[in-house]
């Protein structure tokens, strides 16, 4: 069994004609009193990770008994356990293989266990002369012991780094997370080097907590003071100083290496070098402070500065990686063939990224696995490009098709106006991409240090001729700046590759090593600016004269990644750049791209967007060198005007024969829920509807639908109640990124709970009397930002479990960021303080004042219209 099929079972039960049982286990606190009912979100966040770690265990396995089989002559009791039915397929596929060959060849059963038992004397002929080499080197070779604590691959990477170097000085070293050497084998090493980063308030990270379990209840008795007395360690610890700016909060910088440091001292381990604190912060990131320690550890060991030597024209680590993987491919095709485990190494998972494809891990199913022996749940993110956003009918249904055979089976509506497919093993990877080929889509280029998926307006307000305009632009510009290599199609779509002495891979625009870092590009249509063009990296902004597209205004810098208290990063709103024909639109982009391959920062990563290359140059700069390149001026910008930066629900007008309709979808997820199968719903409207779709950024559909079938729709909208007119104006202008548990940078929950908190502000506002008025809100995982969260009225951003940032003041058409009102506030105190605001609003508002207007006229935060200013007078 799996989650998604206890969804199903929810669901068939709903649907069964008649009394339905669906028997489950519901997990419990054996500390909590029996008569205790759970009622606040983190409880029922606790149920649900629990029952998913219960399933995953097997511990739930999905049995049906469904009478009406008996009727068909079937059997009407089953066991639906998808990890049992792939370890029989695969056990059955392996015996018919043998079974015949043996069957047709007899004489090769003799001839195969022969072989088999000359394999297994080669085997232990090559294990002994190993064995026998590995005992001759460590009868010379001092032993040293790296372990690593890291959850976003920071720290492993640095502790491999010491145990490549310190294997180049002939010592036998063994590099392995912190969790996998107990504190008796501890007790038996002469030599360990702890390299740690710090997770949510000074937690340690996932693969080291049980270690420090240990260390830490041992340390707690004087009784074991000498217990590792035999042991000589250093500790590296990182962190990041800006991340906990109070007084209060300092303490949680690089806590977990701190407190190993001590832990291991009293218990009477020696340090043979300073403990050093890697700070993100630092001028040159936590590198400045690991470059000293590795020195003080070499000087101790009486080591030479062997293995890694400061080289000046070094590349930084991902900029050697891209220069290494040979124009992507790495060693990715390999690797999928590798059925060994789930997951592929760091090095080919940045690369894959490039491709579309993000490996993840279930958070919520770590401990338990781990437990279990397991490693993580490994699995797949795909995300497909799709310019302009636009989709026909059978391209979604080939979609909902895929999401049940290689995923979780939902999808997901993102706000780069495409799709992205979720819990695709790694096994499915490759036949999903091709799947999703066979289909005329792609997943190239989705994700990167490249142009990602090309945004432009969904809403056809103005003509016929200005919507296909800007569609093709969209569709134009994303071809062009696609990257050239075969690699996508030799791993993927098994194209045979170019013979090496032949022809060699270029990159005409990005080169060998790409972008700095990824690069957004959205085309609005003004008045609505429903692709939030002001976020991106560049922005073509259409001048609409006539039911024609004359001409762009073309905008650079803008970008809504930040670091947390950290004042050299800032979300930014791109600013003009000058104003092009329809015909310049592509040059101008390439060249704009051209600028930031040259200039942007390799080194420094969180510096590494547009933004900050023109905020360290300025724009007349930028000006000059996009248009020394283009080797024509660009025409001064056009002026233009937003009245909103959100989808406009309900009916229509559409191109000619047309009317739209704009459906609100609940974070984008497409999945047949309990009591409502939303994917089901979709899949019987869109299968008949006979239109064309379009995906928002904003995590909605707009159906294209022809007039002779508006009837139709009308009556279906009705059927599976998907009407908009439900849903208060905040719901219909909420918005959140996935956050746990598969993205690795969440620090708290988004997705899972916006439901919740859109109940409790769907109160609110009916109270206040505001059920129909548009106030904008998101909410975010991380500081990345994937929800564009600060071009709004209100924002939040994950900051730790259960904790909030709370963002006020940006503008309801996109044009004003926010700023940062409360910090680290739980879900009670962040709707308590909206409480607050919404009614006061109610009360006090202006006429057509919107809400985000408000808050800066009543003084709750300040305007904030660029990101110089972001940080001025934030909380």
């Known amino acids: 069994a799996n989650y998604t099929q206890a969804l199903r079972a929810f669901a068939e039960a709903a649907a069964y004609p008649g009394p339905s049982i669906v028997i489950a286990y519901a997990p419990s606190d054996a500390g909590e009193s029996a008569a205790q009912l759970p009622g606040s979100s983190a409880d029922a966040l606790r149920m649900l990770k629990d029952s998913k770690a219960a399933v995953e265990e097997g511990h739930w396995p999905l049995y049906r008994w469904d009478p009406r089989l008996e009727a068909r002559d079937q059997e009407p009791f089953q066991l639906d356990s998808q990890h049992l039915r792939e370890a029989v397929r695969e056990f059955l596929r392996r015996e018919s293989n043998l079974s015949t060959l043996v069957r047709k060849r007899p004489e090769h059963a003799v001839e195969l266990e022969s072989s088999v038992d000359a394999e297994q004397s080669n085997l232990h002929q090559r294990l002994l002369k190993s064995s026998f080499a590995h005992l001759l080197s460590g009868l010379t070779a001092r032993p040293l012991l790296v372990l690593f604590g890291s959850d976003g691959g920071q720290a492993e990477s640095a502790a491999r780094r010491v145990a490549s170097a310190a294997a180049v000085n002939r010592m036998t070293v063994r590099c392995v997370p912190m969790d996998e050497v107990s504190l008796d084998e501890l007790a038996q090493e002469p030599t360990v080097l702890y390299v740690v980063s710090t997770a949510g308030q000074g937690e340690f990270p996932t693969n080291a907590r049980t270690h420090w379990k240990a260390l830490s209840a041992a340390s707690a008795s004087t009784d074991n003071a000498a217990l590792l007395a035999e042991l000589s360690f250093s500790v590296f610890a990182m962190g990041d100083s800006h991340y906990w700016p109070a007084p209060d909060e300092k303490h949680f910088f690089c806590k977990a290496g701190v407190d190993l440091d001590r832990a291991l001292q009293r218990l009477g381990a020696k340090r043979i070098a300073p403990l050093r604190l890697g700070d993100d912060q630092h001028t040159d990131g936590w590198e400045g402070e690991f470059q000293p320690w590795r020195a003080d550890v070499w000087e101790a060991l009486g080591l030479e500065n062997k293995g890694e030597v400061d080289d000046p024209n070094k590349l930084p680590p991902d900029e050697d990686l891209k220069h290494q993987s040979n124009y992507l491919r790495g060693t990715i095709l390999e690797e999928l063939q590798d059925t060994s485990t789930g997951k592929i190494s760091a090095f080919n998972a940045k690369l894959t990224k490039f491709f579309g494809a993000y490996m993840q891990d279930d958070r919520d199913l770590r401990e338990s696995r781990k437990k279990a022996g397991l490693e993580p749940a490994y699995s797949f993110m795909l995300r497909a490009r799709l310019p302009g956003g636009t989709m026909s009918t059978k391209q979604w249904l080939a979609v909902d098709e895929l999401c049940d055979k290689f995923g979780n089976s939902t999808f997901r509506l993102t706000t780069r106006e495409t799709f992205q497919l979720h819990g695709i093993l790694k096994g499915n990877l490759k036949p999903t991409i091709q799947e999703i080929n066979r289909a005329m889509m792609d997943t190239l280029a989705a994700c990167g240090d490249v142009n990602r998926n090309v945004l432009s307006a969904v809403h056809s307000y103005q003509s016929a001729a200005v919507f296909a305009a800007t569609q093709q632009l969209a569709k134009d510009v994303s071809a062009h700046l696609s990257p050239r290599a075969g690699s996508y199609h030799e791993i993927f779509l098994d194209k045979k590759p170019v013979a090496i002495d032949t022809v060699v891979d270029v990159e005409p625009i990005y080169g060998a090593t790409y972008l700095p870092r990824k690069f957004k590009m959205a085309i609005a249509v003004p008045p609505v600016n429903d692709v939030d063009v002001l976020a991106h990296c560049l922005g073509f902004v259409a001048i609409v004269e006539n039911d024609k597209v004359v001409g762009y205004t073309v905008t650079v810098g803008g970008g809504m990644g930040s670091t947390r208290n950290n004042n050299d990063t800032y979300p930014n709103l791109a600013q003009p750049l000058g104003f092009c024909t329809p015909e ?47 080797g024509y001026k660009l025409q001064p910008a056009r002026e233009f005007s937003f009245n909103t930066n959100n989808d406009c629900f309900g009916w229509a007008d559409g191109v000619p024969g047309f009317k739209n309709y704009t459906m609100w979808i609940q974070q984008g997820r497409i999945a047949d829920f309990p009591g409502n199968p939303l994917r089901s719903k979709l899949r019987e409207l869109i299968k008949d509807f006979g239109g064309e779709l379009r995906l928002t950024s904003t995590q909605n559909i707009v159906f294209c639908v022809p007039e002779d079938r508006v009837a139709y729709f009308k009556e279906m909208l009705v059927k599976f109640d998907l009407g908009v007119e439900q849903y208060t104006g905040i719901r219909l202008h909420s918005m959140s990124c996935v956050g746990l548990p598969t993205c690795g940078l969440a620090m708290a929950e988004s997705e899972r709970y916006m439901p919740e908190l859109m109940d409790r502000l769907d109160e609110i506002v009916d109270r206040a009397g505001l059920r129909n008025d548009a106030i904008s809100i998101r909410l975010a995982g991380c500081h990345n930002s994937c929800s564009r969260i600060y071009p709004v009225e209100i924002g939040l951003i994950g900051v730790a479990p259960e904790k909030y940032d709370l963002y006020l003041g940006g503008s309801f058409d996109g044009t004003r960021l926010s700023k940062r009102s409360k910090v680290g506030i739980s879900p009670d105190e962040v709707v308590e303080v909206l409480r607050q605001h919404i009614h006061r609003y109610a009360k006090e508002r202006l006429d057509g004042e919107h809400f985000g207007d408000f808050c800066i006229r009543i003084g709750i935060v300040r305007a904030t219209t660029n990101g110089f200013d972001f940080h001025d007078g934030a909380a």
């Open 584 to 630: 310049q639109a592509v040059d101008v982009a390439e060249k704009v791209v051209l600028v930031q391959r040259d200039f942007g920062d390799r080194v420094n990563r969180k510096q590494a967007r547009l933004k900050y290359t023109i905020a360290k140059r300025g724009i007349q700069w930028m000006r000059d060198q996009v248009e020394s390149r283009l």
